[in-house]
């Protein structure tokens, strides 16, 4: 029943949450429809240019902006950034212009490196025009040369040519003719240079013109090209609310594409929505009647959402059920019926439980009052045997006492007349003289280590009547005790020996040969048997 309970809960929290799921539509498409209405246009060219997908359009723009401000427009490199002016296109730089300013450029560039060959044939590289040019540097070295020679020999011939004309020249001819031609050669190589210079600054012009009319389209698109990014990006900025609103639709209604969405359609949609919403009246009945259910249930839902209630009933329902009619008042009263059959079991059961428990506890008190019985003996006899050893503790320490200053003065060979006296205290015990002073305190080491054998054999004699101790261990006393201490505790042990009162078997170990044999000598003189034990006896 309970079951049946949860599956007519869940059935109707799926109903208010697909319910408020279409408030979060209507909401949004609500927002589509108002952009519509207000910025149409925008819209659509926010969605011609791509927008709604990416931002790549304005980036490609500041791309191509960044590459048109990168370019030198240089004369070194216009004929390569040409190529690039091209693709925009401009009526300004066209292709056929480009290409005739190039081969105008070509061919010059031709010709001016056939003048510059030329030039260079002619002044540079040319060794007639070396030579003559050495003779006529030199001529007055030729003319003394000559009458030398024609004083030695009466007749001399043109080192050059061999004409014997030579020798009766007049001065002023020799080397005329090649002066002559070295100034006819001059002639030829300004006016190739002229014509060279020419055709340069013809180069420069055209050079110039192309830069020109590249820099103007560059300038322009440049202008265009920000003009777009930034009159996208004011659209972006604008549009993007509405893009953000269509993105949520498009999480429930997969069907929505962007790029397809008019204001008709979104109106559409809107409309579809509002006629499959629950009425006010209709939701808050729903939620009255699963809240009613979990109620009877006994399901705390106060602190949860609709949803977190809806994912916990799923879990809950352990099996489905095909419900083809519910009713309140009969759950509750089915719920009732049960209830009442099971407290009534329940109530039988606790009935039985008591009377066993009843019964249980009887036998309890019964034991009780046997242990409490034996409780109480226990704790008589425990309090008999504290008294009863307080009264032997305080026996003890009354006999203890005297016999403890007769041994102490024994083995410190010291005679006072003062007694030692045992007080018992809360944490032990004190030893102190007639007059109270604590004698511990005012004991040297030595002192204390006599004065613990004198307490051993004190309470060895005064407990020799009730409980006799026959045999001893003493080890090494030589760190703790000087010569004179060990000669009186050598006699005490001598005379408690001999006595058999209280010792009857002694084992005295030492490291001291000093030690072993006046012990040996001490037990000789009084009879006493004794066997002396080396390391090598126990190998």
Request: aromatic letters at 8%.
């Amino acid at each position: 029943v309970e079951n049946c309970g949860y599956l007519i809960v869940e059935e109707r929290l799926f109903k208010l949450i697909k319910n408020e799921a279409l408030k979060n539509q209507q909401r949004v498409i609500k927002e589509i429809v108002s952009y519509w209405e207000t910025k149409s246009v925008s819209i659509q060219r926010a969605v011609k240019a791509g927008l709604w997908k990416s931002i790549e359009t304005i980036t490609n723009l500041e791309e191509k902006l960044k590459k048109l401000k990168t370019l030198s427009l240089s004369k070194d490199s216009i004929l390569q950034d040409g190529e690039y002016i091209l693709a925009l296109e401009s009526a300004g730089f066209t292709k056929v212009d480009f290409d005739a300013d190039k081969q105008k450029i070509n061919e010059k560039q031709k010709k001016v490196k056939a003048l510059s060959d030329e030039i260079d044939l002619l002044s540079k590289n040319n060794k007639m025009l070396k030579l003559l040019s050495s003779l006529l540097a030199n001529k007055q070295v030729v003319i003394e040369h000559r009458n030398n020679i024609f004083k030695e020999k009466g007749s001399v011939r043109c080192p050059i040519c061999g004409s014997e004309l030579f020798a009766t020249m007049d001065e002023e001819m020799i080397l005329k003719e090649a002066d002559t031609y070295i100034e006819e050669n001059g002639k030829t190589v300004s006016i190739k240079e002229a014509d060279k210079i020419t055709l340069q600054n013809e180069i420069e012009i055209l050079y110039q013109n192309v830069i020109n009319r590249a820099k103007l389209v560059v300038e322009n698109e440049e202008k265009t090209l920000e003009l777009k990014s930034s009159n996208l990006k004011i659209l972006k900025d604008e549009i993007q609310p509405y893009f953000s609103e269509v993105k949520e639709l498009q999480k429930t209604r997969k069907e929505i594409n962007a790029e397809n969405l008019t204001a008709e359609m979104a109106k559409e949609l809107l409309a579809g929505v509002e006629e499959q919403l629950l009425g006010e009246c209709k939701e808050q009945e729903i939620k009255e009647g699963y809240q009613q259910i979990l109620t009877v249930l006994g399901y705390k839902f106060e602190n949860e959402t609709v949803q977190q209630t809806y994912e916990k009933v799923k879990n809950i329902i352990k099996k489905s059920y095909v419900v083809s009619s519910f009713s309140y008042d009969i759950f509750v009263s089915k719920l009732n019926a049960i209830d009442s059959i099971l407290a009534n079991k329940t109530l039988s059961d606790l009935r039985k439980k008591i009377e066993e428990n009843t019964e249980k506890n009887k036998i309890l008190d019964t034991e009780i009052e046997e242990l409490q019985e034996l409780k109480d003996i226990a704790s008589q006899r425990a309090k008999d045997i504290r008294d009863a050893v307080e009264k032997l503790s305080q026996d003890e320490y009354k006999r203890v006492g005297p016999a403890l200053g007769k041994f102490y003065n024994k083995l410190a060979r010291f005679n006072s007349n003062e007694g030692i006296n045992i007080i018992p205290e809360k944490e032990g015990i004190s030893l102190v003289d007639n007059n109270g002073k604590n004698i511990v305190n005012i004991l040297s080491n030595g002192q204390i280590s006599v004065f613990m054998l004198a307490h051993f054999f004190a309470s060895i004699n005064v407990r020799n009547d009730r409980e006799k101790m026959k045999i001893y261990f003493i080890d090494d006393l030589t760190a703790c005790m000087d010569d004179v201490n060990m000669l009186a505790f050598m006699d005490l042990l001598k005379y408690q020996m001999s006595s058999k009162a209280t010792m009857e078997q002694l084992f005295f170990a030492t490291c001291d040969n000093r030690i072993s044999n006046l012990l040996k000598y001490k037990l000789d003189g009084r009879g006493i048997e004794f066997c002396e034990l080396l390391e090598s006896d126990f190998e």
